[in-house]
């Protein structure tokens, strides 16, 4: 699992596997009014490859949204 986070448009995508694959489709998620706007993308097997977090810095412990080095 890897964790990518745009502070210009405050939005984290969790990489949920390694496959930098395009998605064959991406499913919103329903949520409550005072919760996320997340996206899920689905790859062509299927399975899950990552969850996009809109309003990320609202949701998610700042640790996780820190720069990270390589």
Not at 20 to 31: D, G, N, Q, V
Not at 36 to 56: R, W, Y
Request: cysteine-free; charged content about 25%.
């Amino acid at each position: 699992m890897h964790l990518t986070y745009d502070s210009q448009v405050d939005a984290a995508y969790i990489y949920l596997r390694s496959t930098r694959e395009k998605s064959k489709m991406t499913i919103p998620l329903e949520s409550r009014s005072d919760g996320p706007m997340m996206f899920v993308d689905i790859g062509h097997d299927g399975k899950i490859n990552g969850i996009e977090i809109l309003d990320a810095s609202t949701f998610l412990a700042a640790e996780l949204l820190k720069p990270r080095e390589p």
